[in-house]
């Protein structure tokens, strides 16, 4: 990176799922934060657009039972995180969408995607939200932002 005219800058996407009082969470696997929770997401891809890549990570990460058509239609909200302090891996700016699926369905199964994540799990919001020493990095600020909207 040296050789650049400017210093880097990556562009991540997350998801912050909820449904029936419960938030999507997956346990990290690897380096960094292995073992920590998080939302669903990863880095954008260099042809995607944000909103599609943060449902292809969604998709990817937690395998959710549920068809591309109804997650996007279930998209309530975004925000961009860019505090330059974010993450460890260097200037990491995420644009984070709140999906909030219908309550009087069942919560989607989900299972992981075991490369990036050990464990999917629904998290009921006040113990997500209680438990901030879970969370990976700035996920946990994420997740209470997000879920202040519904």
């Known amino acids: 990176w040296k050789a650049a ?3 880097p ?4 996407v997350d998801a912050c799922v909820v ?3 419960h938030v999507l969470v997956v346990e990290r696997k690897g380096f960094p934060g292995d073992g920590l929770w998080a939302l669903p997401g990863g880095f954008l891809g260099q042809e995607e657009r944000l909103v599609d890549a943060a449902i292809r990570e969604l ?3 937690t395998d959710i039972e549920m068809a591309p058509a109804q997650l996007y239609g279930s998209i309530k909200s975004m925000q961009v995180f860019d505090d330059p302090g974010r993450s460890t891996r260097g200037r990491t700016l995420t644009a984070c ?3 909030k699926l219908q309550d ?3 919560l989607p ?3 992981p995607q075991l490369e990036e994540v050990s464990k999917v799990l629904w998290v009921p919001i006040a113990e997500a939200q ?3 020493e879970m969370w990976y990095e700035d996920h946990h600020a994420m997740m209470c932002t997000m879920i202040d909207r519904i």
């Open 97 to 99: 969408y709140l999906l």
């Open 130 to 132: 209680s438990k901030t």
């Open 59 to 61: 998709q990817e990460e």
């Open 9 to 12: 800058t990556f562009m991540c």
């Open 104 to 106: 009087s369905k069942k």
């Open 19 to 21: 449904q029936s009082g």
């Open 5 to 7: 005219p400017f210093p």
């Open 109 to 111: 199964k989900v299972r």
